[in-house]
């Protein structure tokens, strides 16, 4: 690291072209990242990594000219020169927002498209970039719920943290969002916000009377009319046994039981909605991106719903940047879409007909990893004014690295995840049949990728990221991802550009 300080060091008086092309870049088994040399003032700031870790390197000619905010240990230099060495650490991110602002996240509302690159690892940034840098769209690199934080031991704000240094590392300054995902209260809005995430996904599932869906005339009857008379006689004038024409070939009609049914399920959620909105703007004023998830339900948003949702949250005064309905068919973890295709295509598009009628606002497909049957028409039909939300497909490229290059840690992984699957399944809804999976002392080491080919075995893995990252596993696999970084950097950019290309997202120019 020395040699490789001095050396930058002797260049400070240079442009920064200059630094980044004769600086020594590697030492041994240390190296920086060529992309995150930086010029600041009479100083350099770079990232870093030997064999066990990454680092932040400052260097400057003297100890004065350091830039302010950045902490590590002070490591004397030729000629009087110093560098610092820092950890990835809070407040050394929080320098690096400081000093170079590109690296913070920001509001994508005015963003066509977006794809939301949930990383439970801290490690899937560079492959994200790569993939998107490509296209015309915006990543959404810092993404977490608050499930995937407890099961993973994180904070939203190292959440955000990891993200921005590798947007540094990688020099990426065309813009990033952070996403607070599948958010219920003001409370845990208020922990996303704090650590600078812009993009708040609130959940609605909690104060929406999803029960109702099923509820029969009388029963939707005597709830209705316990409704503000205001209310009771805006929702029939507006709504019953209307049709809205959404386009020459698409129509929207809500018959009276349908008004009086949409207003029993989602009047408490649309108040809570634009209390929501509300706390926003007085947050961030316009920077922020509000997106609205009706879709952890039992059964599909219907497209009068979706219309009658949409034009209440406008009367309301919540113009959200997204909306994400459940779709028909099974949106099941780690695999492709399961349902009718031709039913799919033809209800997506009403979908799509009422956002683009309706505030043109951006439809978000959530559980939107590798639902590549369904990636054509969801492009097609939204013009590319969408959000694809992705989670779990980030650690399922982790595991088939480790699948490839270390098998023994493979091995126990998926044996943690057997042991533990009886647990996780209270959490995630899947209906794959474990039997099927081979067990792996029967499989040689060459056969052991192939098994997240395999939809059984890719949602065994995928729902026990927990176990496997909090347990005794947790230090072996984090050595073994930072040892196999640069395989995993161009497995994640390769996955990638297969959701990107089958969406049809254009070429940047």
Same mark, same amino acid.
């Not at 400057?60 to 230099?77: I, M, N, R, W, Y």
């Not at 650490?89 to 690096?96: H, I, M």
């Not at 845990?188 to 704090?194: G, V």
């Given at each position: 690291?020395?040699?490789?300080?001095e050396s930058?060091?002797?260049?400070?008086?240079k442009?920064?072209?200059?630094?980044?092309?004769?600086?020594?870049?590697q030492?041994?088994?240390v190296s920086?990242?060529p992309?995150?040399?930086?010029?600041?003032?009479?100083?350099?700031?770079?990232?870093?990594?030997d064999?066990?870790?990454?680092?932040?390197?400052v260097?400057?000619?003297?100890?004065?000219? /350091?830039?302010?905010?950045?902490?590590?240990e002070?490591?004397?230099l030729?000629?009087?020169a110093?560098?610092?060495?820092?950890?990835?650490?809070?407040?050394n991110?929080?320098?690096l927002?400081r000093?170079?602002?590109w690296?913070?996240?920001?509001?994508?509302?005015?963003?066509r498209?977006?794809?939301?690159?949930g990383d439970?690892l801290g490690?899937?940034?560079?492959?994200?970039?790569?993939?998107?840098?490509?296209?015309q769209?915006?990543?959404?690199?810092?993404?977490?719920?608050?499930?995937?934080?407890?099961?993973?031991?994180?904070t939203?704000?190292?959440?955000?943290?990891?993200a921005?240094?590798m947007?540094?590392?990688?020099?990426?300054?065309d813009?990033?969002?952070?996403?607070?995902?599948?958010?219920?209260?003001?409370?845990?809005?208020d922990?996303?916000l704090?650590?600078g995430?812009?993009m708040? +996904?609130?959940? /609605?599932s909690?104060?929406?009377?999803?029960?109702?869906?099923?509820?029969?005339?009388g029963k939707?009857?005597a709830a209705?009319?316990?409704?503000?008379?205001?209310?009771?006689?805006l929702?029939l004038s507006?709504y019953?046994?209307?049709?809205?024409?959404l386009?020459d070939?698409?129509?929207?009609?809500i018959?009276?039981?349908?008004?009086?049914r949409?207003?029993?399920?989602y009047?408490?959620?649309?108040?809570?909605?634009?209390e929501?909105?509300?706390h926003?703007?007085?947050?961030?004023?316009?920077e922020?991106?509000?997106? #609205?998830s009706i879709?952890?339900?039992?059964?599909? +948003?219907?497209p009068?719903?979706?219309?009658?949702i949409v034009?209440?949250?406008r009367?309301?005064g919540v113009?959200?940047?997204?909306?994400?309905? $459940?779709f028909i068919?099974?949106?099941?973890?780690?695999i492709?879409?399961i349902?009718?295709?031709?039913?799919?295509?033809?209800?997506f598009?009403?979908?799509?007909? #009422?956002a683009?009628?309706?505030?043109?606002?951006?439809?978000?497909?959530?559980?939107g990893?590798?639902?590549f049957?369904?990636?054509?028409?969801?492009?097609r039909? +939204?013009?590319?004014?969408?959000h694809?939300k992705?989670?779990?497909?980030?650690w399922?490229?982790?595991v088939?690295?480790?699948?490839?290059?270390?098998?023994?840690?493979?091995?126990d992984?998926?044996?943690?995840?057997?042991?533990n699957v009886?647990?996780?399944l209270?959490?995630?809804?899947?209906t794959?049949?474990?039997?099927?999976?081979?067990?792996?002392?029967?499989?040689?080491?060459?056969?052991?990728?192939?098994l997240?080919e395999?939809?059984e075995a890719?949602q065994l893995?995928?729902?026990?990221?927990?176990?496997? /990252?909090?347990?005794?596993?947790r230090? $072996?696999?984090?050595?073994?991802m930072?040892?196999?970084e640069?395989?995993?950097?161009?497995?994640?950019?390769?996955?990638?550009?297969?959701?990107?290309?089958?969406?049809?997202?254009?070429?940047?120019?």
């Amino acid at each position: 690291m020395k040699k490789i300080a001095e050396s930058a060091a002797v260049l400070l008086g240079k442009s920064e072209e200059v630094l980044k092309s004769e600086m020594v870049s590697q030492s041994g088994a240390v190296s920086v990242y060529p992309d995150s040399i930086h010029k600041l003032g009479k100083a350099a700031v770079m990232m870093g990594r030997d064999a066990e870790k990454k680092f932040l390197l400052v260097v400057a000619d003297c100890a004065k000219e /350091l830039p302010a905010g950045f902490e590590g240990e002070s490591v004397k230099l030729a000629d009087g020169a110093v560098a610092l060495v820092g950890a990835l650490s809070e407040k050394n991110a929080a320098a690096l927002r400081r000093h170079f602002p590109w690296t913070a996240p920001r509001s994508l509302r005015n963003v066509r498209t977006t794809i939301g690159c949930g990383d439970r690892l801290g490690l899937a940034t560079t492959g994200h970039i790569l993939a998107a840098k490509k296209v015309q769209i915006s990543p959404v690199l810092a993404q977490q719920s608050m499930r995937e934080l407890t099961m993973t031991h994180r904070t939203f704000r190292g959440v955000v943290d990891d993200a921005c240094f590798m947007v540094f590392a990688a020099d990426y300054r065309d813009g990033y969002g952070a996403d607070g995902d599948h958010l219920k209260t003001i409370k845990d809005i208020d922990t996303a916000l704090s650590a600078g995430m812009p993009m708040i +996904t609130l959940d /609605l599932s909690d104060v929406m009377n999803a029960a109702a869906g099923d509820w029969d005339a009388g029963k939707i009857d005597a709830a209705f009319a316990q409704l503000p008379e205001s209310l009771r006689k805006l929702v029939l004038s507006e709504y019953a046994d209307k049709e809205f024409v959404l386009g020459d070939d698409v129509s929207v009609k809500i018959d009276a039981l349908t008004a009086k049914r949409c207003a029993v399920m989602y009047t408490a959620a649309l108040d809570f909605a634009r209390e929501v909105n509300e706390h926003l703007k007085a947050a961030r004023g316009e920077e922020f991106d509000l997106e #609205i998830s009706i879709d952890e339900t039992s059964s599909p +948003t219907l497209p009068s719903h979706h219309l009658f949702i949409v034009r209440e949250l406008r009367r309301r005064g919540v113009e959200c940047s997204s909306l994400a309905p $459940r779709f028909i068919g099974e949106f099941q973890k780690a695999i492709d879409y399961i349902g009718d295709l031709a039913e799919f295509d033809r209800q997506f598009k009403v979908h799509a007909r #009422i956002a683009a009628n309706y505030g043109n606002y951006k439809i978000s497909v959530h559980s939107g990893s590798d639902k590549f049957a369904v990636y054509p028409t969801v492009g097609r039909e +939204t013009r590319h004014y969408l959000h694809l939300k992705t989670a779990g497909t980030s650690w399922l490229v982790a595991v088939t690295v480790i699948a490839k290059h270390d098998p023994a840690l493979y091995r126990d992984m998926h044996r943690c995840a057997l042991d533990n699957v009886n647990e996780m399944l209270k959490l995630y809804h899947i209906t794959a049949d474990f039997t099927k999976i081979p067990a792996v002392e029967a499989l040689k080491d060459e056969e052991l990728p192939a098994l997240m080919e395999m939809p059984e075995a890719r949602q065994l893995l995928h729902i026990n990221y927990g176990p496997i /990252l909090t347990g005794n596993l947790r230090e $072996r696999f984090f050595k073994a991802m930072h040892k196999l970084e640069a395989e995993y950097d161009a497995a994640i950019e390769a996955h990638f550009d297969k959701h990107l290309r089958l969406l049809g997202v254009a070429a940047k120019n």
